[in-house]
């Protein structure tokens, strides 16, 4: 009999393991990694194939600290998503293959996507 995945985290790992079968990232086109942790929130532009990280941004950026609504909650997260596409796109990244890192595509997830495809990234 299989094993049922009871915990939040087993769950989120399951998801994140299967999305990950099938995205890779690479230097014309990297892969636009979400991650969150209790009190903050990371996304980076991931190489796969030479395993660098091209460009990143999180809650913890001065950058970030210096905007009026410096928690993680939407707001922070679309804040994030536009500094982050900001970074990608002066890094000359046009192009990304979003990694919602196991997490279901709505909320935070999804604001920093929607913000990022404001500023001007293509996914």
């Avoid at 892969?31 to 660098?52: H, K, L, M, P, W």
């Avoid at 900001?86 to 997830?109: N, P, S």
Wanted: proline letters at 1%.
């Amino acid at each position: 009999m299989a094993k049922k995945y009871t915990t939040k985290k087993e769950r989120r790992s399951r998801r994140h393991k299967r999305l990950r079968k099938k995205i890779t990232g690479t230097a014309e086109r990297p892969r636009f990694c979400v991650s969150f942790t209790a009190n903050n929130i990371y996304v980076q532009f991931i190489d796969d194939e030479n395993g660098c990280t091209i460009a990143a941004a999180s809650t913890l950026d001065k950058q970030f600290s210096e905007q009026k609504d410096a928690t993680a909650n939407m707001a922070g997260a679309e804040t994030v998503g536009k500094i982050a596409a900001e970074r990608a796109i002066a890094a000359g990244i046009k192009q990304v293959v979003f990694d919602r890192g196991g997490f279901k595509y709505h909320g935070r997830v999804k604001a920093i996507a929607d913000a990022a495809r404001k500023t001007g990234l293509k996914f």
